[in-house]
């Protein structure tokens, strides 16, 4: 089936700090999806991106599509310690396929 | 308000105990999925619905039987569970055509002892 590569696992950042994640498959995906998951609560929509080569904000959040749409990226500008949690990436076929997660830690 | 509801939040249960979780979604959604979410593991889609009818089931252990009365609504029955059953179950619903994503409940933490 299809797989997500997402990278990295996990990291540890100072506050003001930028952060850079991705994702990357074998397979083309439609949509591309990046999802917040806080302690004790379900995974939160952030950004949808639904054409090659899009690129997306929102808020200190940057997301892009791929041109191949095979990989896509999340970018955090100046980190705040509210940004703590896992951030998943998710690709759409028939189904959505989720990477394996990146856990993010900011210190104050 | 996520729009789409579980309960209950916490859940602890003998291995003997039989349970059941409730999700509810009232954002007209046609679709509602079960996955299990354990430490340190990607999450795992275990049952699918569309339109009320499973349309997928992923090899996951007959003492977890999903119910999907209407469309609002989806529970997971749990009967015998093991203590590798403890994880946070998290209920997920869509339309059908998956293109703007997955709403999620806020999970259950399962703990079996």
């Known amino acids: 089936g299809q797989q997500l590569n997402q990278s990295p696992q996990s990291m540890f950042i100072q506050e003001g700090e930028d952060v850079s994640m991705n994702c990357t498959s074998s397979?083309?995906?439609?949509?591309w999806l990046w999802y917040k998951q806080e302690p004790g609560e379900g995974p939160v929509l952030l950004i949808a991106?639904?054409?090659?080569?899009e690129l997306t904000s929102n808020g200190r959040l940057t997301a892009q599509f791929g041109i191949t749409r095979k990989d896509s990226f999340l970018n955090i500008s100046a980190s705040i310690p509210s940004d703590v949690g896992i951030y998943f990436c998710?690709?759409?076929?028939?189904?959505?396929?989720f990477g394996e997660g990146t856990q993010l830690t900011v210190n104050p | 308000e996520t729009g789409v509801t579980q309960t209950p939040r916490h859940l602890v249960m003998g291995m003997t105990n039989k349970k059941s979780l409730k999700c509810e979604q009232h954002?007209?959604?046609?679709?509602m999925y079960w996955y299990k979410q354990s430490a340190k593991k990607p999450l795992e889609l275990m049952f699918v619905?569309?339109?009320?009818?499973?349309?997928e089931n992923n090899s996951v252990p007959s003492r977890f039987s999903p119910e999907c009365p209407n469309s609002s609504h989806l529970f997971l029955h749990l009967h015998t569970l093991q203590p590798e059953d403890s994880a946070l179950y998290l209920c997920?619903?869509?339309?059908?055509?998956?293109?703007?994503?997955?709403?999620f409940g806020s999970g259950t933490r399962l703990t079996v002892v």
């Open positions: 997920a619903s869509s339309r059908w055509w998956v293109k703007r994503g997955y709403t």
């Open positions: 397979s083309i995906f439609n949509t």
């Open positions: 991106l639904y054409k090659a080569g």
């Open positions: 998710a690709g759409s076929g028939s189904r959505l396929t």
């Open positions: 954002l007209g959604h046609n679709a």
């Open positions: 619905y569309s339109l009320e009818e499973r349309v």
